[in-house]
């Protein structure tokens, strides 16, 4: 616990006006430094864990205003300390005034980025995986993004993590206790069933590590590409999906000059549509720049919309140049104005119109379809949705993997035992269990202050 810690204090709704504000303290101080400017029918140093109280927020017997208190005693609070939080009418200019009273106590002060998911980190309630949750709930965009955050807050990923650790510990045991041993010639561990428990973390790793791009577009959502010729109809499908003219339609060839970015939410899933520049030799300044930007985005993109018209289909030329970018199975060919000719012969993945919204649907199903294809995960599942916790697990598997070949080539165990207590410290970095400061400060940096 940390009750040698400072009081801290800040604002946890959003600033500015609104119904209600609701300021939050914790740290040791917190119950009596909220108490000393408080009136109400009971003082709060008497109050029970997790009860509330009307009264009023006083500064030298004028009242800033009526407030509602709830006081959370440690550890049965957020933080593990003891906390209060003050729930004020929404004005600015009432919470700076109750946040001014309160920093004027010793011992008090504005809360760091962070630093109250931080102090329950430190003080046991969550580990650190579940500590990055909370983050990735707060910037959660969609139904899907929102329920894998809650289930790695729930702690699904750190009961993997733990469970592989164990097994990692267990067998790192009886390897470092064979070397006390080593001049009785003991063996407490047969070579080829160590082999056999790192296979078994070996695998459930590389388990881990697979789900990684379904847990990236949980999280971050999916950047979508439409590309192709001019005037096949990239904007009049971007348009027909927003249901909005949001991009400029015209048969003049090369209207579009710069990328249009717009977002939609298809099942709980966050596509960004990039409506792109035709790709195309031009002799017109600005838009040989917007096909440079074309082809930039379909570099960096998890699906790519090659459309073609019933009419100039698709160029072999083109697609060639799309497959030089990016990956096969990221293209999806749409083929576009379909109300204009019903008979064509064509290797379209999807046939549409983006006038009349036939085929629209269909489209939808190919790249839901196309993004978790042979994926049989879900928010249910220990998935991996952060590139740290991704690095430290590759580092893991990289230590198991020497490991491994030591244990094969019949080496000693002090070689094994280094390569596998490795392993086990990139784990434990995964959930906060061997961390370092600079790790800490980077993660809780990025959250806002009264978080």
């Known amino acids: 616990m940390l009750d040698d810690e400072d009081t801290i204090i800040a604002l946890a709704t959003p600033a500015g006006v609104g119904a209600i504000s609701v300021i939050r303290i914790s740290g040791p101080s917190s119950i009596s430094s909220v108490d000393s400017i408080f009136t109400g029918k009971k003082k709060l140093t008497d109050a029970s864990s997790h009860s509330i109280h009307y009264g009023t927020i006083d500064d030298d017997e004028e009242i800033v ?49 962070g630093e109250f998911t931080k102090r329950a980190f430190l003080n046991n309630r969550i580990d650190l995986s579940q500590a990055e949750a909370v983050l990735d709930i707060i910037n959660a965009r969609t139904d899907a993004s929102l329920r894998g955050s809650r289930n790695q807050l729930d702690g699904l990923l750190s009961a993997k993590v733990n469970e592989l650790r164990d097994i990692l510990v267990s067998t790192s045991s009886f390897v470092e206790l064979e070397l006390d041993f080593a001049e009785e010639d003991i063996e407490l561990i047969d070579n080829s069933e160590l082999i056999k428990r790192i296979d078994k973390i070996v695998n459930e790793i590389d388990i881990l590590l697979s789900t990684y791009s379904f847990g990236r577009v949980l999280r971050d959502g999916v950047n979508v590409t439409i590309v192709g010729q001019p005037n096949v109809g990239k904007s009049s499908l971007l348009n027909y999906i927003l249901k909005e003219s949001r991009a400029i339609v015209s048969e003049i060839p090369g209207t579009t000059r710069d990328i249009i970015r717009e977002e939609i939410t298809i099942d709980g899933i966050l596509f960004r549509m990039y409506d792109t520049a035709g790709i195309r030799t031009s002799d017109d300044e600005i838009e040989k720049e917007g096909v440079i930007r074309s082809r930039n985005a379909v570099k960096n993109s998890d699906l790519i919309l090659f459309m073609g018209d019933v009419n100039l289909l698709f160029p072999e030329d083109l697609f060639n140049e799309l497959l030089g970018l990016n990956k096969p199975e990221h293209i999806i060919k749409v083929l576009n104005k379909i109300d204009l000719k019903k008979d064509i012969g064509t290797d379209a993945d999807v046939l549409i119109s983006a006038k009349t919204g036939e085929g629209i649907n269909t489209l939808f199903e190919s790249m839901k379809n196309r993004v978790f294809q042979n994926s049989d995960y879900s928010e249910q599942s220990a998935i991996v949705s952060n590139i740290r916790h991704y690095n430290c697990l590759k580092r893991a598997k990289e230590s198991l993997m020497n490991a491994e070949k030591s244990a094969e080539e019949k080496m000693s165990g002090e070689f094994i035992s280094v390569d596998l207590r490795t392993a086990e410290n990139s784990l434990a970095e995964i959930i906060g269990v061997v961390t370092t400061d600079d790790i800490l400060n980077n993660i809780f940096s990025k959250f806002c202050i009264g978080k």
């Open 65 to 113: 205003d009526d407030v509602l208190v709830s006081v959370f005693r440690k550890p049965n609070s957020y933080t593990g300390e003891n906390s209060v939080e003050i729930s004020t009418h929404g004005s600015p200019l009432i919470t700076q005034k109750i946040i001014e009273l309160l920093i004027k106590i010793d011992g008090v002060r504005i809360a760091e980025p």
